[in-house]
């Protein structure tokens, strides 16, 4: 019996020893096993440009994957994943035929299986989308976060609670998406036809303290955490495809910031990357831009300022991403793509433009240009000198063989100028100075050209300025050469310093505010006068073919005064203008094509008229301090 007992007690042991090592299997192959947090894209489309597409998925566990897709009208391919197992690449070539719908991406290791979801969306109607724009526009740039607040539920969301405070102005204001979709009346009435919205990526969910501030919010949009998600504080990707429909049912076109130089210091890849390239550097070692613009025109210059300039990190903060690693500027392409053909967009304005090597802007324009033919791209070079700013636009090769079919580049050439003579009473000669060098750009007449925007002081909180400088600024903006853009309360005479300052909440957007600047009834004093006078200065340039295509001719500059003509076919309007503290009479010789038997009427109030004579070659006029008119020429019959 002893025998039996202790037999029975060994086989007990075997078959705990066994129990135990199953369970232990068990849990390890359930700890091991493939997890899925994200898929980027989510979507794609078929018969687009674009296939395959390049799918990123980020997890968990993904070493040594295979890739296979639930259905046969998806094939997956060239499958990549990184070191620590937390990225997976796979290529997903979509069939012609493919109908709309949802799959999954069915990702198998020895460990486990786990599906990734990936959508087949219905391709949207080009009529009406994907417009591009030009001079016959005029462009609005709005920070949603400081427009108007027309969802107060999303002001303190759940996921990023105490970012919202509208007394810390480097914190969250509430104004969002459903904000603008609120007041595109007024836009449409204000007379402007495009709107430029600054990055809606979703940011950071955390405030950070720095040297320059407490409790510092990305609520300005330029540090992306996530490439395909709205922030939260504006609304959802499903809110921002409504105002895109919204707005061009009343006619007015949509522009979207995007990053590609950088991303948030938050972004999950600064601390766990796709690939050991995808930035330039790490956050422990990188170098600090220095911003050295020049360094990349030149044939032979300082390398180690060009290298700070293309891959250090902006701000010494913001890590940067590296556009020579192949998944990264694949990807980077891809997501540009996906936001146009997700949404309907007409434009993309492209943030700190010469930071990035220059052969994937050609890359990344012309897989643009592929999908969507009349798409335009606009970037951000800030330098004062033509030289520079016209080395970016696309439309010729440049030195190192590449065009970068950069659509046009923003004018700082002559926000420069146009602020040191209208603020600081230089010659008006600064402005002509600057319009003599367009021939250095392929094509100059599609320059953005602007007084104002997010990154500078208003133009009102600039010393020296005055609402008549304002006015004859605006004059000057709206009738030169160009595609003008207004920035967001610059019409209402909004003053503002340094950032955040110059951002400051649109009056009328946000509960409480003491009064409503979007309604005739709520503006006060200067925003009144200020707004009435550019209103009409913008019905006045869509009525005049001249104004926004026609070619610019200077008759007369002096340190104060200045004339030019805009001729368009039979549409003739002449700009004077008087920068002087003193009235002054003007004397303007006109050149033949618009002399003989017509007649001269004011453009911009016909009920105004205007004190001066036209003897056919030549016309004299007063103009009042600081002051501006425009007529336009009629033929007597």
């Known amino acids: 019996m002893k025998a039996i007992a202790r037999k029975i007690k060994y086989v007990g042991l075997l078959l705990s020893l066994l129990l135990l090592l199953l369970v232990n299997s068990a849990t390890h192959a359930t700890q091991d096993a493939p997890e899925v947090a994200k898929v980027e894209p989510p979507n794609w489309w078929a018969n687009h440009s674009i296939n395959p597409v390049r799918v990123l998925i980020r997890g968990k566990n993904l070493n040594g994957a295979r890739v296979e897709s639930s259905s046969t009208d998806l094939q997956t391919s060239n499958v990549k994943t990184n070191a620590a197992g937390t990225y997976l690449f796979v290529d997903v070539t979509i069939d012609a035929n493919a109908s709309v719908g949802r799959r999954a991406l069915k990702i198998t290791t020895p460990q486990g299986t786990v599906d990734a979801p990936f959508d087949l969306a219905a391709p949207l109607a080009r009529a009406g989308r994907f417009q591009g724009f030009t001079p016959d526009d005029v462009i609005y740039l709005i920070m949603p976060d400081r427009f108007s607040d027309g969802d107060a539920t999303n002001n303190d969301p759940a996921e990023s609670r105490g970012l919202y405070a509208r007394t810390n102005p480097r914190a969250y204001h509430g104004g969002d998406l459903q904000g603008i979709i609120d007041h595109l009346p007024y836009l449409k009435d204000l007379g402007v036809t495009a709107i430029w919205v600054t990055p809606v990526y979703d940011n950071s969910n955390r405030s950070h303290d720095f040297d320059y501030g407490k409790n510092v919010t990305d609520y300005h949009g330029y540090g992306a955490t996530d490439y395909y998600r709205v922030e939260e504080h504006l609304g959802t990707l499903e809110k921002f495809k409504e ?109 700190t433009l010469p930071y990035v090597p220059r052969q994937f802007w050609a890359d990344w324009n012309q897989a643009l240009q592929r999908e969507f033919p009349q798409l335009t791209t606009v970037g951000e070079v800030f330098d004062g000198r033509p030289e520079i700013t016209a080395f970016f636009q696309g439309g010729r090769a440049q030195f190192d063989g590449i065009d970068t079919h950069l659509h046009t580049v923003f004018d700082f050439a002559s ?51 005055s609402v008549e400088a304002l006015k004859n600024a605006f004059t000057y903006l709206l009738t030169m050469r160009g595609t003008p853009q207004i920035y967001s309360g610059d019409e209402i005479a909004l003053r503002g310093g340094d950032d955040p300052d110059n951002r400051r909440d649109f009056p009328g957007g946000f509960a409480g505010d003491d009064h409503n600047a979007f309604t005739a009834d709520g503006r006060v004093g200067k925003e009144r006068k200020v707004f009435k006078y550019v209103r009409a200065l913008l019905h006045m340039r869509a009525q005049h073919a001249a104004l926004r295509s026609g070619e610019m001719k200077m008759l007369t500059t002096t340190d104060n005064t200045l004339a030019f003509l805009r001729r368009a076919g039979n549409d003739n309007v002449l700009v004077v203008m008087n920068n002087s503290d ?19 009427t004011t453009a911009l109030d016909e009920a105004k008229g205007w004190r001066g004579q036209a003897i056919h070659h030549k016309i004299k006029l007063v103009l009042e301090p600081r002051d501006s008119m425009v007529l336009q020429q009629s033929r007597r019959r």
């Open 243 to 351: 105002l895109v429909e919204r707005a061009h049912a009343m006619g007015l076109k949509i522009i979207q910031d995007q990053v590609a130089n950088h991303t948030g210091p938050d972004h999950p890849w600064a601390v766990d990357s796709p690939t050991p390239t995808w930035y330039n550097g790490t956050v422990a070692n990188h170098l600090n831009n220095v911003f050295d613009i020049k360094s990349v025109t030149q044939e032979n210059p300082d390398r180690s300022r060009l290298e700070a300039t293309l891959k250090g990190w902006f701000a010494n903060l913001l890590p940067d991403l590296n556009q020579d690693d192949s998944e990264t500027a694949r990807y980077l392409m891809q997501n540009a793509v996906w936001w146009v053909s997700a949404t309907g967009l007409d434009g993309i304005r492209q943030d």
């Open 415 to 465: 926000y420069f100028a146009l602020r040191d003579v209208f603020i600081r009473h230089q010659p008006m000669s600064r402005l002509t100075e600057v319009l003599n060098q367009d021939p250095l750009y392929p094509n100059a007449r599609v320059l953005v050209t602007f007084l104002g925007n997010h990154d500078v002081r208003r133009f009102l909180g600039e010393e020296g300025a």
């Open 582 to 600: 003193k009235a002054c009479e003007i004397d303007i010789a006109l050149p033949l094509a618009v002399q003989g038997s017509t007649a001269w």
